[in-house]
Each structure stands twice: as C-alpha cells, then as structure tokens.
Nanobody, 123 residues
Framework: QVRLVESGGGLVQAGGSLRLSCAAA?????????MGWLRQAPGKEREFVAA???????FYAEPVKGRFTISRDNAKNTVYLQMNSLEPEDTAVYTC????????????????WGQGTQVTVSS
C-alpha cells in the first residue's frame, strides 16, 4: 500500500499560481506507481486533472492543458502539480492518487488516495 499526503493548497487570485505537492510513503518503489491529480469542486463530481506515468509520460484534462504541469521526483517520492493562470473555475479540493497500473486517466483506476488539499481561486 501507499500513503499519500498533499500540501500546497491555499487561496490565490485569478491569474496566480500554486504548486501542489504529494509525498508518498510505500513499501514498493515509488517509480512502480502511476500518479495523478484529481479534483472535486463544490456541488460537482470528481474529475480527472492530470496524470504522470511510471516512465514520466504526462496526460492532462482539456480544461487545464497548457496551464498545469504534473511532474514527479522519484528520489523524493513526490509528485507535483504546478498550476499557472488559475481561474475561479479551478476552485476545488485537489487530491493526489496512485495506481499500480502504468498510468490512469480516470478516478476509477486509481487504488490509493490522499486526503486532499483545498485550492480556492478568487475573482
């Protein structure tokens, strides 16, 4: 199993930036997991945001493409989500997730979840 702890959320004005971090602790090598970020806005369903494969391939949901960047540092067992040009529509609880598969583009194929970190973007 893997335990995930997110950090870096907060309040930011529209157009600003935040970097989320997700620290992983597992008995398995961190590189063995595909990692992802998902989010859930108030009153909305959970949606996929970004994923990074076990070999560093990246995938993004269309609303964040070009604005968000997912990366991983396997030596630090950490995955990041750099969020630029934030919009009020980005306001949500952002959750880090891990999968034993090579990568996952939907919440349904993730096996482990963090507790989430709140991101609020003001107008």
């Amino acid at each position: 199993q893997v335990r995930l702890v997110e950090s870096g959320g907060g309040l930011v004005q529209a157009g600003g930036s935040l970097r989320l971090s997700c620290a992983a602790a597992s008995g398995r090598t961190f590189r063995d997991y595909g990692m992802g970020w998902l989010r859930q806005a108030p009153g909305k369903e959970r949606e996929f945001v970004a994923a990074i494969s076990r070999s560093d391939g990246t995938f993004y949901a269309e609303p964040v493409k070009g604005r968000f960047t997912i990366s991983r540092d396997n030596a630090k067992n950490t995955v990041y989500l750099q969020m630029n040009s934030l919009e009020p529509e980005d306001t949500a609880v952002y959750t880090c997730a891990a999968t034993a598969y090579y990568y996952c583009l939907d919440y349904g194929c993730y096996d482990y979840w963090g507790q989430g970190t709140q991101v609020t973007v003001s107008s």
